[in-house]
C-alpha cells in the first residue's frame, strides 16, 4: 500500500464549488504539505503544517485553507472554486526517519475548475 | 519570484550518452539542494542530494555537483538510460524543511 494516498485522484467541478481534497499517510511523520504543480512554475507550497496544531500558510495560500485532522490527516479546501486553480496538487510528508529533508509525495489530484 | 531556476524545460540525449541537468537559486540562505524524479501521473520521488559543505554526492549513475559561489547546481546522469525519461526538478531549503522548488526539466532519453 502507498504510504501517502490523496483522494480523488481525478475531479471536476465547476466556478463557485466548494471542494475538499484529502491526503492521509503512514509514515508516522509530523510534516505535512501541500502544493500545487503549473506547467512551467514547478511545484508551489500552498500550506504546511509540523503537527496537528500547527497550521502554515505557504507562498500562495489565497483562496485555499487547509485542517490537520489528525497526525495522518491533512485536508485542502477550495471554499469557491475558481477556473486558474486548475492544477496538479500534491501532498507530501516529512519528518522523523527520512533523510534530512527528503520529502515523501501522494501520487496527486488532478483538479479542473470549469 | 521564483528562487530556484531551471532554465532548460526540456534535454533530449541519446541512450547511453550522458545527461546534463542545471539549476541556479539565487537566496542565499538555502543550504540543503535536492533533485526529484517524476513520472507521470505519479508523485515526485527523491533522488538524490547535497548539503552546502559539500561540492558533489554520487549515488550510482546520479552525482550531484555543487556550486556555492556560482549558486548553481547540476545533476549528471551517466549513462543515460530510457527509464530515466522523466521530469526533474531541483529543490533548495534553508533548514526550515521547507523546499523551495525550480520549474522542472523534461528529460527523453531516445534508444
Known amino acids: 500500500d502507498a504510504d501517502v494516498t490523496q483522494t480523488p485522484r481525478n475531479r471536476i467541478t465547476k466556478t463557485g464549488k466548494r471542494i475538499m481534497l484529502e491526503c492521509s499517510q503512514t509514515?508516522?511523520?509530523?510534516?505535512m504539505y501541500w502544493y500545487r504543480q503549473d506547467p512551467g512554475l514547478g511545484l508551489r507550497l500552498i500550506y504546511y503544517s509540523f503537527d496537528v496544531k500547527d497550521i502554515n500558510k505557504g507562498e500562495i495560500s489565497d483562496g485555499y485553507s487547509v485542517s490537520r485532522q489528525a497526525q495522518a490527516k491533512f485536508s485542502l479546501s477550495l471554499e469557491s472554486a475558481i477556473p486558474n486553480q486548475t492544477a496538479l496538487y500534491f501532498c507530501a510528508t516529512s519528518g522523523l526517519g527520512s533523510s534530512h529533508y527528503e520529502q515523501y509525495f501522494g501520487p496527486g489530484t488532478r483538479l479542473t475548475v470549469t | 519570484d521564483q528562487q530556484v531556476k531551471q532554465n532548460s524545460p526540456s534535454l533530449s540525449v541519446q541512450e547511453g550518452r550522458i545527461s546534463i541537468l542545471n539549476c541556479d537559486y539565487t537566496n542565499s540562505m538555502f543550504d540543503y539542494f535536492l533533485w526529484y524524479k517524476k513520472y507521470p501521473a505519479e508523485g515526485p520521488t527523491f533522488l538524490i542530494s547535497?548539503?552546502?559543505?559539500?561540492d558533489k554526492n554520487e549515488d550510482g549513475r546520479f552525482t550531484v555537483f555543487l556550486n556555492k559561489s556560482a549558486k548553481h547546481l547540476s545533476l549528471h546522469i551517466v549513462p543515460s538510460q530510457p527509464g530515466d525519461s522523466a521530469v526533474y526538478f531541483c529543490?533548495?531549503?534553508?533548514?526550515?524543511?521547507?523546499?523551495?522548488f525550480g520549474a522542472g526539466t523534461t528529460v527523453t532519453v531516445r534508444a
Open positions: 509514515k508516522g511523520h509530523d510534516r
Open positions: 547535497i548539503s552546502s559543505i559539500k
Open positions: 529543490a533548495a531549503t534553508s533548514n526550515d524543511y521547507k523546499l523551495s
